[in-house]
């Protein structure tokens, strides 16, 4: 967990299989992959003990209705209840012992929920409820424990609901536009965010790339505070505020894009939805 808050760090939402998940982390002179791309319930062949080191759902799967307040639903895989991946993801719930929740957000790419504990299981129904825990203690060497107080249980499902769910709509937006910027047309990944256009009421619901903007750092941050605004014709606007500011090299950073045409995506079907755009749009002009 610690060489995975690491990688976090490095990669911000979304960490790549290849390059970084897949090559693992040290344990015994050796390194441990985190997970089994082909693999929903994962033990590493080095573990000693019975449970499951990792599961992982697809972004195939649809995922808003198998979250409860309590947790995620994870089933059994099919087969046997008996066979050697059921039975360590049943040792993860007796044992109480922390496991990683992989997300995948686009095929190769993981939003990791650590820890997390299997918290329920039904055998009957072929179902464990997966809750994520929490890192604590010091910096250098946090310890995982479960929440057993039901109020903040459902405090962390409900916040690890909405960061899964904006990291898929990342996973969605920023490489349908070819992972740029669409205002300055910045090509760093570690610096590329999703913004919303107008903000996602219905968190569970499919992440929707028109209502998306792949933005920079900067650029996502200067749209949400309405420094920057987008016309539903496509074109960015910087406020009246900015453009009348003192010059400075980082204000430049933001005054030199205006009139700019906003980059779309390759295919017209992914473009921003006009509709929100304007509705966003409104409030951009009424504030600048
Ligand atoms: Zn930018």
């Given amino acids: 967990m610690a060489h995975l808050s690491?990688?976090?760090?490095?990669?911000?939402?979304?960490?790549?299989?290849?390059?970084?998940?897949?090559?693992?982390?040290?344990?015994?002179?050796?390194?441990?992959?985190?997970?089994?791309?082909?693999?929903?319930?994962?033990?590493?062949?080095?573990?000693?003990?019975?449970?499951a080191l990792s599961i992982q759902t697809s972004a195939n799967t649809p995922y808003a209705d198998a979250v409860t307040a309590d947790g995620f639903l994870y089933a059994y895989r099919a087969g046997d209840i008996d066979q050697p991946d059921n039975r360590a993801l049943r040792a993860a719930h007796e044992l109480r012992v922390p496991l990683v929740y992989f997300f995948s957000t686009r095929p190769g790419w993981y939003k990791p929920i650590f820890p997390a504990y299997v918290s329920a299981d039904d055998p009957t129904a072929r179902m464990v409820v997966v809750t994520p825990g929490e890192l604590r203690g010091p910096i250098d060497e946090p310890e995982p424990v479960a929440l057993d107080d039901p109020i903040e249980r459902r405090y962390v499902v409900r916040e690890t609901k909405a960061r899964v769910h904006q990291a898929r709509f990342r996973g969605r937006v920023v490489p349908a536009y070819a992972s740029q910027c669409a205002i300055c047309r910045l090509k760093e990944l570690r610096l590329l965010d999703a913004a919303h256009i107008v903000s996602d009421v219905e968190d569970a619901g499919e992440p929707s790339v028109q209502n998306g903007l792949s933005l920079?750092?900067?650029?996502?941050?200067?749209?949400?505070?309405?420094?920057?605004?987008?016309?539903?014709?496509?074109?960015?606007?910087?406020?009246?505020?900015?453009?009348?500011?003192?010059?400075?090299?980082?204000?430049?950073?933001?005054?030199?894009?205006?009139?700019?045409?906003?980059?779309?995506?390759?295919?017209?079907?992914?473009?921003?939805?006009?509709?929100?755009?304007?509705?966003?749009?409104?409030?951009?002009?009424?504030?600048?």
């Avoid at 760090?9 to 790549?16: L, R």
């Avoid at 897949?22 to 992959?33: D, E, I, L, Y």
Wanted: with cysteine; net charge neutral; hydrophobic share 40%.
């Fill in 216 to 288: 920079c750092a900067i650029h996502h941050r200067a749209f949400d505070q309405n420094l920057v605004g987008v016309s539903p014709g496509y074109v960015v606007h910087v406020s009246r505020r900015l453009l009348e500011d003192e010059d400075g090299p980082m204000l430049d950073l933001l005054k030199g894009f205006h009139e700019v045409r906003l980059a779309t995506p390759k295919r017209e079907l992914d473009w921003p939805d006009p509709e929100r755009l304007e509705a966003r749009f409104a409030r951009f002009s009424d504030l600048s």
């Fill in 6 to 51: 690491v990688l976090e760090a490095e990669w911000g939402a979304e960490i790549p299989y290849v390059g970084a998940l897949g090559k693992g982390f040290p344990f015994r002179g050796a390194r441990v992959p985190f997970l089994n791309r082909q693999k929903g319930i994962y033990r590493a062949a080095a573990q000693r003990g019975p449970a």
